[in-house]
């Protein structure tokens, strides 16, 4: 299988959630018009983007839905689960631990650090808060991945104590940027970011025609 | 004030936190090249990122720390509060309301709401989920911001209604592209993209030499 770029994974990841939806829906059988719609697809790349696994489709009949479904499931890595370290029990590592659509996902938190001694002993979602200070001792655990969801001071820190420990996948929370091996897979959540964009623009649309005078510092 | 790009706000977003950062290790002055670290950005682009909102900074001295983070608070609205619908009780919705990162930002939820009967009346986080039916009738209560943490076959119709309803501005949760008028922001934080997309990288790095067998679907 040649090398997929980002941008297919992202597109088998849309076609994988309109599977799910035209399933749910009762149906059999799929065209590749319906599988590109909403995402600004074209159908003819979304025949080029399956054939890449295998020609599933059969012309003029599409794709048969739970078929086309389960291969990407599979290529995907989504049929199989992730043991996770989760490290910061703050704000989002809370909401992580609240949030069961992750291990919907297949990702099971299996322990959790901190290096806040208000936070380490407590339990948060039937885990013991440890101390992140452990975590070379301990390894990874058999955990694959690790979830940093710490003050973006601590985040870099972190992610190599966790890639020393043995992880080959990071989801990072924190809102700057991480250095990792090139074996380590690396993907960023940067709701801040998103948050920070959206106050702007409301802002500005509010106060469209504010004025800064310059202000020496 | 000219018209500010998307990349722009994303780096004062950046500068904001550095500026944090060197603020709590209790420095006065901060120079061009310390603000540019990280994220790949030149100290010439911070200069000019910074003179679109006035000179705030001193040749060979740099910018104050305390001032420019004010400034930049200012400019991004992150000085002020938003009133916030959230639509979604279930994984996502409950995650959010129990993240106090989100009030931290400056969003205060002020109702919930959900179309499950069973969810309908209960109480989350101190707020009653409401029927989303009755959104259209209450309107927005003076809330500018909507967030929609529901699933993806619904997300395009709660947008809709959240735009009737007046919000100017939506956050959304659903993995989804959504369509909204020109006048109302729109963001969206995409975490099972996010986790999908770490789980394929995983998952092939794993077995590497995989094949697949075409297969006539």
Redesign the interface.
Known sequence: ?AR?S?ST??R???Y??VLA?VEAEGRRMISSHRLAE???ITSAQVRKDLSC??????RGLG??VQ??RG?IRS????D?R?RVLLVGA???G???L?????A????DIVAVYDRDPSRIGQKNAGLVVQDIADLPRAGAQGA??GVIATP??SAQEVADALVAAGV??I?NFA???LFVPA?V?L???D????????????????APR????????
Chains 1, 2 share one sequence.
């Open positions: 299988m997929i980002e994974v992202r088998l990841s849309h994988y959630r939806e909403r995402e600004g696994f295998g020609s599933f489709g059969r794709y048969n078929h086309l291969e290529i995907l890595g989504l199989r992730w703050g704000h989002i809370s909401a992580l609240a949030y069961r659509g992750f919907a996902q297949g990702f694959e991945v973006i001071k080959r996948g989801l809102p700057r940027k074996h897979a993907r960023t959540v709701m801040t970011m998103e948050f920070e964009s959206l106050s702007f623009e409301l802002h500005q649309a509010r504010r004025r800064r005078a310059p202000s020496g510092g």
